[in-house]
């Protein structure tokens, strides 16, 4: 499984961005998709997830302003970025996994596939 993230750049509070997330992989719409972020100095953390029924999850911090989609024709996945606060800085990961559970949905280490990462940074 390889996974390509894209999109990530500098934008202005209050702006908005689009990340694409390519996936080579057999199978696209049995694998939940997430985003992940990562910010200087901080932890991993949860962004969005999406599986194939396809429902939807996401952070308290995002949710209302982030939603993430898929299209399972061409495997990709799609997180659009609303609103976006200078704390939204961070490098975005995509993550896929066949098997993650509903309650270890939001745990990085229950993903076995990531991309690479795309940097998004929010000024303000």
């Known amino acids: 499984v390889q996974l390509q993230a894209s999109g990530g750049g500098l934008v202005q509070a209050g702006g908005s961005l689009r990340l694409s997330c390519a996936a080579s992989v057999r199978s696209f719409r049995q694998y939940t998709m997430a985003w992940f972020r990562q910010g200087q100095g901080k932890e991993r953390e949860f962004v969005a997830a999406?599986?194939?029924?396809?429902?939807?999850h996401y952070s308290d911090s995002v949710r209302g302003r982030f939603t993430i989609s898929r299209d399972n024709a061409i495997n990709m996945v799609y997180l659009q970025m609303n609103s976006l606060k200078p704390e939204d800085t961070a490098v975005y990961y995509c993550a896929a996994d066949a098997r993650v559970i509903l309650s270890s949905i939001t745990t990085a280490r229950n993903y076995h596939y990531w991309g690479q990462g795309t940097q998004v940074t929010v000024s303000s």
């Open positions: 999406i599986r194939y029924s396809p429902t939807t």
